[in-house]
């Protein structure tokens, strides 16, 4: 297994359809006219590319019951987000700017009303697809009695799949395949790490089999990470650890929290490069959480300085803002609807995505950052300076948390100041941060 070459280029702009459409909040009524939600995006494709970017994430585009995450129809564009030719439209826009396009497929569970499950319940255990699922069939079942069965982590609305059942592999496989021919370019899975590693490596030694080119990214919160990425065949898994180390450590002022994670980030990276992101779909806005601190463009720069495959959450880019909670419908906040074009958004958030510009440069211009490795050279609390390097090329990143400026050690070899603000004394060694400042060095040029 190799990762695509294409993907050591790759910046991902994530987008939550549903949401950035300002779809309905349940799927329409079944002879309601299609809404062409997917359609609204097209006009955001150059913004992607302006931005820097050239990777479109999308969360669930199929037809479901609700957030997307209940699929009830894997081969159908939902209803309020269009159809085949609304997908195929802006897939054929993305690639024509040289964007990719990144699906979400929720594999490990599906709504109620997929018609797999539906027959099952219709036909009990005798039905072609009962295996499909972890049913309890009640002794003596009868037509219409309501069975138990698995679920997602007690939400009983989400069907599990039962993984060890191989018509369910190769129905997923298919439905990846599906897609890849219709011009994806790879597959975000969702909840991966409640699936068996044995399931995806024969569903992804499937698929690749006909698209060797695509690219598989899990859906990982914690645990070891190499050994699931080995062991499920998978190019990538989600950066939790170094999310949490990121936004924890800026809002703390404890770079201690950070430089372990640093250390752990670099034993995956002798694995897998992983997929590294400050905000997404499922978790508070990154601007909640640090803007009010001044702490918010720290959190930029370790984005796209440190090794990984970036991710920009839409909305992020501007500032956006938005709490999570744990309640019915408390991830609206953090999946707003877009304007219909970008001339649309507010002033307020053109400096973050001037400074996006800018960092997103920075990584293009060096973009062996990828899967690279990093090595802490100054450590305080509020205090951090750090290498990012490969044989034969280095940057130096420095911060400061503190509300006064501050003088930080920096190896010799950092010499020309690339991003940010800094005063270098004329020998080199030491440099002059501003409050709340930070700096990105390169060798001499």
Excluded at 6 to 28: R, T
Excluded at 84 to 94: K, R
Excluded at 347 to 376: D, F, K, S
Aim: hydrophobic share 45%; aromatic share 12%.
């Amino acid at each position: 297994m190799t990762t695509p070459d294409w993907v050591d280029h790759v910046v991902w702009w994530q987008v939550y359809p549903l949401g950035f459409a300002g779809a309905e909040k349940a799927a329409l009524p079944e002879q309601a006219p299609v809404q062409h939600g997917l359609a609204k995006l097209v006009p955001w494709l150059d913004y992607l590319v302006e931005m820097g970017a050239s990777g479109l994430a999308l969360g669930p585009v199929f037809a479901s019951e609700t957030h997307g995450y209940d699929t009830t129809d894997y081969y159908r564009i939902d209803p309020r987000l269009g159809d085949d030719a609304d997908f195929d439209e802006l897939v054929t826009q993305a690639h024509a700017r040289g964007i990719r396009v990144l699906l979400d497929g929720v594999f490990n569970h599906t709504g109620r009303s997929f018609a797999p499950f539906r027959q099952a319940l219709e036909q009990g255990p005798e039905a072609a697809t009962a295996d499909w699922f972890g049913i309890t069939w009640p002794q003596g079942w009868t037509p219409g009695t309501e069975p138990d069965y698995a679920d997602f982590e007690g939400h009983h609305h989400l069907v599990a799949l039962n993984h060890a059942e191989p018509a369910v592999a190769d129905f997923v496989a298919d439905v990846m395949k599906h897609w890849l021919r219709r011009g994806a370019d790879g597959w975000r899975l969702d909840a991966a790490y409640a699936v068996p590693s044995s399931f995806w490596a024969a569903v992804l030694d499937n698929v690749r089999s006909e698209f060797p080119e695509a690219y598989f990214v899990g859906e990982y919160i914690h645990g070891d990470y190499p050994a699931d990425v080995l062991a499920g065949q998978l190019d990538s898994v989600t950066q939790y650890e170094l999310w949490k180390a990121v936004w924890s450590s800026l809002a703390e002022a404890n770079f201690y929290e950070l430089a372990a994670a640093l250390e752990r980030h670099n034993t995956f990276l002798d694995t897998f490069v992983p997929l590294t992101f400050i905000g997404n779909h499922d978790v508070t806005r990154i601007a909640s959480r640090l803007d009010p601190s001044g702490r918010l463009a720290h959190a930029l720069v370790l984005l796209f300085t440190l090794p990984g495959t970036p991710v920009v959450y839409y909305g992020d880019e501007q500032g956006y803002r938005g709490i999570k909670e744990d309640r019915a419908g408390g991830d609206d906040d953090i999946r707003p609807s877009f304007p219909a074009s970008p001339d649309e958004l507010s002033a307020v958030g053109q400096p973050l995505y001037h400074l996006h510009q800018e960092l997103i440069g920075l990584r293009r211009r060096h973009h062996w950052v990828h899967a690279a490795r990093t090595r802490v050279h100054t450590l305080a609390n509020e205090q951090l300076v750090y290498e990012v390097y490969d044989a034969g090329h280095s940057l130096f990143v420095a911060m400061n948390l503190a509300d006064t400026s501050v003088t930080v050690q920096v190896p010799a070899a950092a010499r020309d100041v690339l991003a940010g603000a800094g005063g270098l004394d004329g020998t080199g060694g030491r440099l002059a941060l501003q409050a709340l400042g930070w700096a990105v060095l390169g060798p001499a040029s």
